[in-house]
């Protein structure tokens, strides 16, 4: 399957479409049924002790899942997430970037499924792991 | 069961705790084995179009969750999120508060399982569901 | 909302659809977004020390689900279990039947979203929560 | 990590202690933090149409989690499933095995986490995908 945005494609949609939080993310590697994310971890993710905050590791997981999807239909697709669940599996390093694995398992008419492993950089064990699903509107699906 | 921390302990553990959002949350009541907080929704918390955004709506179910516990086993414990489940299932009204409403369903030695409903304030249906579970620390069970 | 189907006409959809496991399960009640079912517990659903299989419970809340949105958009819909996420929380009571309690939360035109619990006969705590989302296909929405 | 089930002594394990269930299921292989197992369908586990069931799927993700959490821990544990999400993507396919891909993410003191994706023998797309907690009660991480 050709891919119909790539990494500068996605990361441009998503300062002209998130711009309030497009600076935290920033994608590594974008391909076929995969992407590679990471999280610039500062001061507004993290909760006290220093760990980063599970609704930033969901907001990772959510957009990896998004890019994913959009990376395969093209910029105009209105995709919203539908279901998300998250295991958080391990406490995060202080001070680093968490980077994110995303899959896209199923690309069909309405539903999407993908899962992601959340990593603190630098460290083999994931920190956190999650499957989102998203429905695509009928009528999105062939305009990419 | 009694109540270890009522609906001003818990609001004022939160401001102690999480000093960076705990404006954003309120908790309306806490009863046996349920609580009722809200989300004031700000721009910080929308999305293109104007709706809240999915972290947002897990930062509230999240914290609903948290305190609910709290509220049984007093404010010591480091209770940590291990799993959240979340369906999205309706657009948030624009420019209202979101209300969750939670329930304690397990409190058992080592896990605590709730759920949870989200509404946008004034509407009948709910625009999500989750259920959470914590895992509690051997420790902090006995010393709330 | 009136409902398209009552106790007599899901628990005869179910002995002709299902026939192979239709004697396990029986329909108490069911009414506007809500059902109650239960599972007649024998040995094929048990595991060593007398507890209920996970799959039995699994297919309980799984029937529940699939029956509480065909009692409101009728028989003919090939509706499909997309995802369902489970949480096991006590040991089932020994030789007991299993009661459900199943809630329609959304029924959108390609999505429907329930949530369940599961108790033991005759205890208050429920033993298992779930929730299940279900796809509509776009045919069978309009033919009920 | 040195495995403390080789993949007959899981086998013979499954014999003992599920013998109504474990003809159904065989383990291929097993290797660290990995298993992949199959499930030989017949009649039992199929619904019209010639479709696997779901309760057929959960069963064999669960027990595919199980398995690779004692093939670490040793054949003592009394390990139980807390919590399963389960995605089903596609149809089986007609009359062939079902192939289970199990990962374990993390084995902690109280909770292992676990996810799998399941094949119809030959195909390349996962039909579904799950992730699954189990609890591990303290006295029994150490006698493996």
Redesign the interface.
């Known amino acids: 399957m050709t891919l119909k945005m790539d990494v500068a494609a996605l990361q441009e949609f998503l300062r002209e479409?998130?711009p309030?939080v497009s600076d935290d993310f920033q994608i590594d590697a974008v391909g076929e049924n995969s992407i590679t994310m990471r999280l610039h971890v500062d001061h507004?993710h993290l909760?006290?002790g220093g760990t980063v905050?599970?609704?930033?590791m969901?907001?990772l997981a959510?957009v990896a899942a998004y890019l994913v999807i959009l990376a395969h239909i093209g910029p105009k697709a209105l995709a919203?997430?539908?279901?998300?669940?998250?295991?958080?599996?391990?406490k995060p390093a202080a001070g680093v970037d968490m980077i994110c694995e995303g899959r896209l398992?199923?690309l069909?008419r309405?539903?999407a499924?993908t899962?992601v492993?959340i990593y603190s950089q630098g460290q083999a064990?994931?920190v956190a792991?999650a499957?989102l699903?998203y429905?695509i509107p009928p009528e999105t699906i062939n305009v990419g």
Do not use: H, W, Y
């Not at 905050?53 to 930033?56: E, K, L």
């Open positions: 479409v998130f309030q507004r909760r006290p905050s599970g609704p930033s969901f907001a959510d919203v997430t539908t279901n998300c669940s998250i295991d958080f599996m391990r398992l199923k069909g309405a539903l499924v899962d492993l064990e994931p792991r499957n699903t429905a």
